[in-house]
């Protein structure tokens, strides 16, 4: 089976830092995994992708330069650094996987996606 777990949520003011994990299991060697969020009454958008068994990586235009996505091929688990957060940058955090960057980046329809981890960010 695939999994998909997210954690590393929680509270912090304007300005912190945050660092999310997403510990995945049983998807396939090469593959496109990402970040997203959604807060409530928006639509889920994306924040960050990276290609599992490569090195490229994409980001959302409100993200880049403060957030970064790495990966740790040998503890199958992706990381989205989140520093200098803003009060918009609360939501749910998502992580989710598809062989497809379109249906994954462009599309927003992945095939795999975990639970989701909450951030708050506050003044």
């Known amino acids: 089976s695939q999994s998909l777990m997210e954690s590393g949520g929680g509270s912090v003011q304007a300005g912190g830092s945050l660092k999310l994990s997403c510990v995945h299991s049983?998807?396939?060697?090469?593959?496109?995994m990402g970040w997203f969020r959604q807060a409530p009454g928006k639509e889920r958008e994306g924040v960050a992708a990276?290609?599992?068994?490569?090195?490229?990586?994409y980001y959302s235009a409100s993200v880049e330069g403060r957030f970064f996505v790495s990966q740790d091929s040998a503890e199958n688990t992706i990381y989205l650094q989140m520093n200098s957060l803003k009060v918009e940058d609360t939501a749910i955090y998502y992580c989710?996987?598809?062989?497809?960057?379109?249906?994954?980046?462009?599309?927003?329809?992945?095939?795999?996606w975990g639970q989701g981890t909450q951030v708050t960010v506050s003044t």
């Open positions: 990276i290609f599992v068994g490569g090195s490229t990586t």
């Open positions: 049983g998807l396939p060697s090469r593959t496109w």
């Open positions: 989710a996987s598809d062989r497809s960057v379109g249906r994954l980046w462009t599309d927003s329809t992945a095939q795999y």
